[in-house]
């Protein structure tokens, strides 16, 4: 018979993966809404609105890495720049 035992879960690592999973998920999806809510703007926004929805888009990626980095409040910087987006959205389309 073999001495071999099955080695004992990490548990630690575990928990560091799903909360990095959870991390991605919480950015993506904020920098997800955004990056809709810009194409919204250059695609029906004059000429003033393309170009904040273009500064806009930009400043989500930028968000989105720092908030990649950040940890469990990484969603924070997405979300000040969706909220931005998405006022600036409700000023010109309406």
Request: net charge negative; proline share 3%.
């Given at each position: 018979?073999?001495?071999q035992?099955?080695?004992a879960m990490d548990y630690d690592e575990h928990e560091r993966t799903y909360a990095g999973f959870?991390?991605?998920?919480k950015?993506?999806?904020?920098?997800?809404?955004?990056?809709?809510?810009c194409l919204l703007l250059?695609?029906?926004?004059g000429g003033a609105a393309a170009f904040f929805g273009t500064v806009?888009?930009?400043?989500?990626?930028i968000a989105a890495g720092?908030?990649?980095f950040a940890g469990a409040n990484g969603w924070i910087p997405s979300a000040v720049i969706t909220l931005i987006s998405s006022l600036l959205a409700v000023?010109?389309?309406a």
């Open positions: 018979m073999s001495d035992t099955t080695p959870l991390n991605f998920s950015v993506g999806t904020v920098a997800l809404i955004n990056v809709m809510i250059l695609t029906f926004g806009l888009m930009i400043a989500t990626l720092i908030g990649l000023i010109t389309l």
